[in-house]
């Protein structure tokens, strides 16, 4: 009688550590991420541009976050009348904390800081760019997580305030 009860709680602990291994993370610290969106210029005759972006992110215990992100947006057919279009590149930093509420759903929060350039291709404006960013992050397999911002606001600085407001969607590959 001994003997079965002891094989029950044996069969009970196996059971537990196949969950904990089926839930935990392989994926390593460093993530290369590739992301997408539009963005709407309200303060600019309401112009859209569309946005592409890489970053080279790092997390401590799955947590902490650090990388460096590049971005360029492009309106090609301006409300200002441009001849070229208008396009903006931005060269950020960024910090952040990566929360679970569920083994299907993450939560990134944080800042990114940087400086950014804005063509209107007659005149080139050095700015200073801030980005709060509140990402969802789903898993899709050990390497792959959809990364969603449904909410991206850029703040601009030079001698007065810009704003771009939008939605970005993209791949996050763990290393």
């Given amino acids: ?7 029950g709680v044996r069969c009970r602990l196996a059971t537990l550590g196949i969950a904990i291994a089926a839930t935990s993370s392989h994926a390593g610290p460093w993530s290369v991420d590739a992301d997408g969106g539009m963005q709407l210029a309200p303060l600019a005759d309401d112009d859209v541009f569309g946005r592409l972006a890489v970053a080279v992110r790092y997390a401590w215990h799955d947590r902490w976050i650090a990388g460096a992100r590049l971005s360029f947006a492009i309106d090609p057919s301006t409300s200002m009348a441009l001849p070229s279009g208008a396009n903006i590149r931005s060269y950020l ?27 209107f291709g007659f005149a080139y404006v050095h700015t200073t760019d801030l980005e709060p960013f509140a990402a969802l992050t789903v898993p899709l397999g050990a390497p792959l997580e959809l990364r969603i911002e449904p909410l991206v606001v850029d703040l601009y600085r030079s001698s007065t305030w810009q704003t771009t407001i939008g939605v970005n969607a993209g791949l996050a590959w763990r290393l």
């Fill in 1 to 7: 009688m001994a003997r079965i009860l002891l094989s």
């Fill in 93 to 119: 930093i960024e910090g952040g904390v990566r929360l679970h509420p569920s083994a299907r759903l993450g939560i990134e929060l944080g800042w990114r800081v940087g400086r950014a350039g804005i063509d």
